[in-house]
């Protein structure tokens, strides 16, 4: 269904341009709940990955150009799901900014996966803390399915793994390494989310510059068999109850006298490291 417009007013396209990412997600209603995947690359990287497609929104010139594989794809999926187009400046008046390679896709948002469904087979899991920046965290997980994470778990006050930057940063890997979040409200960590890991067989490090920590390559933190790699939030790091509670601390040695990396560096450092080798 190609839909030509220029009118960028008309309701159908509130999801695009509107609707915050809070008011996307719908928390009232989860079910209805919806995230916006930008580029070809991420939204195929999405479809090859069960994600459902609700509407696209393209430049017209990449109708026959760089969106027609996705249309195609998405019309093979469902011949009823809209494709919105029209000229760039149309557009960019619409969403606010330019389009990545004048592609948008809103997709139905999965709920969110049991927790002990995805650490099921797991060796290695990334733990973020209160990481709210888009682009960490859309980097973290790019870095954590690249160098050997199992799964990513997340306190429910990290920012979106589905928020619109984020997914673009992570180049759709948020589509590919299994996710979930720690417990159902912020209580939950880390007394319970520590317990729920430790008793799920984990050994957990928390990254962090103490004067006990040990250094990255240490022998004994290497075997561990089972391992969970606990990152903090930008600037503060990890709060001291979560530092005190995990097995290990760890440090990565710094040289020119620079005291620490920001998180997404330090988890791309920490990941390769720490992989089960």
Known sequence: MIIETDNINIPELDIFSKLTEAQLRNKLEPEKGIFIAESPKVIGTALDNGYIPLALLTERRNIEGQAAG????????????????GEREVLASLTGYELTRGVL??????????????????????????????????????????????????????CDPYNRRAVRVSMGTVFQIPWTYI?????????????????????????????????????????????????????DGLSHSTIASCDYTVKIPMYHGVDSLNVAAASAVAFWQLRKK
Request: glycine share 6%.
């Open 183 to 235: 417990g159902d409200d912020n209580k939950f960590w880390p007394e319970k989310g520590m317990e729920l890991l430790h008793n799920m067989g984990f050994k957990t490090s928390a990254m962090a510059l103490t004067d006990n920590s040990v250094s990255i390559d240490d022998e004994a933190l290497n075997s561990e068999e089972k391992l969970a790699i606990v990152l903090g939030a930008e600037g």
């Open 70 to 85: 996705i249309i195609d794809r998405i019309n093979a999926i469902n011949p009823d799901t809209p494709v919105y187009t």
């Open 105 to 158: 896709c809103a997709m139905k948002r999965p709920q969110p996966r049991p927790i002990e469904e995805v650490l099921k087979d797991a060796k290695r899991v990334a733990v973020l803390e209160n990481v709210v920046d888009s682009t960490n965290i859309g980097a973290i997980f790019r870095s954590a399915a690249a160098l050997g994470m199992d799964a990513v778990l997340l306190t429910r006050t990290c």
